[in-house]
């Protein structure tokens, strides 16, 4: 992971640091299985720079951007780089405080508080995932409050006050626009740094595209990132929704076309369909045919 922080030109400097708090905070082993290996790496040189700097701070972060902006990737790829094993604590509508802190349990004829992920994240010096913070009612996590700002402490009533330790982060996603998302409350927002997500640029796309399939050869790269970026022009310029804009449905529609999928079909179920309207249909047909030719054969777009 370090590698491939240099790789992408972060300073020494911030590598060190990062360095210097692995040493520091050291794992138990019994979570050493949660430190991630992640699957993808984060591209974005800017916005590595401003997570580090805040965690090295003892800021938590609050990652908000669009969907398949890569939120939940970079919380990983920062769990992985600090060397922390991660909780990934999903918020609905439900989530309370015996869903993220603990509930009563009975064990041997005691009462016995079972541990909740935050809990356990905390007293274990853990990466917090607060997925989708935004889902859940901002009542029901006004409890977070204490455990987010200075005070640093989980203080269960009936039980005790637990401090965080010093290694613990919390890193939450929001996505915005998306039916069922609330707005957070401005003290809970308060507590985070923000980190506005961009969606991924040309040149980090090409790079991903690389990474992710090695086989494919050049033209195309720069075909696939040029149809990424047509969809998010023309539902820039409102043309388009944003329901085609998906990278997350363009890598897998790459999967399937390496796997022998007609092309045209594949990217019909990763891009095409994500939309409901046959008038919006046919304009992202029309952008991925001047781009992925309807009959081009697997082997034009893959070296082997
Ligand atoms: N800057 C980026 N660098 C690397 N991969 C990226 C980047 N942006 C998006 N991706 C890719 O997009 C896909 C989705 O990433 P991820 O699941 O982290 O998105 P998300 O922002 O959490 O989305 P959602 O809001 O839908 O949950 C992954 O395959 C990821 O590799
Ligand atoms: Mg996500």
């Given at each position: ?13 911030l ?19 949660r ?6 790496n ?45 909780w ?32 356990e994240?905390?007293a ?110 023309k ?20 999967h ?36 992925i ?12």
């Amino acid at each position: 992971m370090l590698d491939f922080l240099r790789q992408e030109k972060i300073s020494e400097k911030l590598i060190a640091e990062i360095k210097h708090y692995r040493n520091f905070y050291k794992v138990n082993p019994d979570v050493e299985y949660r430190i991630p290996t992640p699957k993808y790496n984060y591209y974005g040189k800017e916005i590595w720079e401003e997570a580090i700097t805040a965690i090295i701070c003892g800021e938590n972060l609050l990652l908000v951007g669009p969907k398949a902006s890569g939120k939940n990737v970079f919380a990983e790829n920062l769990s992985a780089a600090f060397g922390r094993p991660l909780w990934d604590i999903s918020f609905h509508v439900n989530t309370d405080f015996s869903s993220l802190i603990g509930e009563d349990t009975f064990k041997n004829g005691q009462v016995v508080l079972r541990h909740g992920p935050i809990y356990e994240c905390a007293a274990l010096g853990g990466f917090g995932v607060l997925d989708e913070i935004n889902m859940a009612r901002n009542e029901s996590i006004a409890l977070l409050h204490a455990v987010l700002d200075f005070r640093r402490v989980i203080d269960i009533p009936g039980y005790d006050r637990i401090p965080l330790k010093d290694s613990t982060r919390f890193i939450a996603t929001m996505n915005y626009g998306y039916a069922g998302t609330r707005e957070l409350n401005e003290a809970l927002v308060s507590r985070f740094m923000v980190i506005d997500m961009p969606t991924i640029s040309s040149e980090n796309l090409m790079k991903l595209l690389r990474q992710e399939f090695p086989n494919m050869k050049d033209n195309y790269v720069e075909q696939f990132t040029g149809l990424f970026k047509d969809l998010q022009k023309k539902s820039e310029n409102s043309e388009i929704s944003t329901k085609s804009v998906d990278l997350r449905g363009l890598l897998s529609s790459i999967h399937l076309i390496d796997r022998g999928l007609k092309a045209s079909r594949a990217l019909e179920m990763g891009i095409v369909n994500k939309s409901f309207d046959n008038f919006e249909r046919e304009i992202i047909e029309d952008v991925i045919h001047l781009r992925i030719p309807e009959n081009v054969e697997r082997s034009e777009i893959f070296s082997n």
